[in-house]
T-cell receptor, first 110, second 113 residues
Framework: GQSLEQPSEVTAVEGAIVQINCTYQTSGFYGLSWYQQHDGGAPTFLSYNALDGLEETGRFSSFLSRSDSYGYLLLQELQMKDSASYFCAVGSGNTGKLIFGQGTTLQVKP | DTEVTQTPKHLVMGMTNKKSLKCEQHMGHRAMYWYKQKAKKPPELMFVYSYEKLSINESVPSRFSPECPNSSLLNLHLHALQPEDSALYLC????????????FGEGSRLTVL
């Protein structure tokens, strides 16, 4: 089976940096994705790591360590609009299954 | 065009009704997905289509019936639903099966009375 763990809630202030961790267990792992979802909205893709290391996209970066079954999403220069739920998701094998973690609610305070 | 379009945005139905949710994408993606999401929960995979063929059915009750008429369209037919089926139904697409990036539609919010 597959399982993912991420913190349920994180709070930070505007302008700060926050890291959301994700640990996973899956067979045939092929990648770790991150999605953002605002209340009432649809999930929006943020980043994808298939190989170890850091991927940077603007204020957001994502890291993967396959040997540790661990990844994180790093959000820099936090803005109020970053308040949302963040989901890590793992894909396994070639089945097309992308399974989501329980989500981390990020609250950005002034 | 990088959108996945879902209709209707909102649907209210009785337990004896038959209705359908529709999803369309024009990005040339060959994999399409249905997810179900309850409030404060993650999206839960229901069905995956690859090249218009059903690839995954996550043991979804038969009152949900998916259909992929062509590479751009995905339907979810609903019949004899239960109140606990009330949720946000999300359609997504990706270039191929196994791609890490899914493009989601805005969802259809379903209420079953």
């Amino acid at each position: 089976g597959q399982s993912l763990e991420q913190p349920s809630e994180v709070t930070a202030v505007e302008g700060a940096i926050v890291q959301i961790n994700c640990t996973y267990q899956t067979s045939g792992f092929y990648g770790l994705s991150w999605y953002q979802q605002h209340d009432g909205g649809a999930p929006t893709f943020l980043s994808y790591n298939a190989l170890d290391g850091l991927e940077e996209t603007g204020r957001f970066s994502s890291f993967l360590s396959r040997s540790d079954s661990y990844g994180y999403l790093l959000l820099q220069e936090l803005q109020m609009k970053d308040s949302a739920s963040y989901f890590c998701a793992v894909g396994s094998g070639n089945t097309g299954k992308l399974i989501f973690g329980q989500g981390t609610t990020l609250q950005v305070k002034p | 065009d990088t959108e996945v379009t879902q209709t209707p945005k909102h649907l209210v139905m009785g337990m004896t009704n038959k209705k359908s949710l529709k999803c369309e994408q024009h990005m040339g993606h060959r994999a399409m997905y249905w997810y179900k999401q309850k409030a404060k929960k993650p999206p839960e995979l229901m069905f995956v289509y690859s090249y218009e063929k059903l690839s995954i059915n996550e043991s979804v009750p038969s009152r949900f019936s998916p259909e992929c008429p062509n590479s751009s369209l995905l339907n979810l037919h609903l019949h004899a639903l239960q109140p606990e089926d009330s949720a946000l139904y999300l359609c997504a697409s990706s270039p191929r099966l196994g791609a890490g990036e899914l493009f989601f539609g805005e969802g259809s919010r379903l209420t079953v009375l």
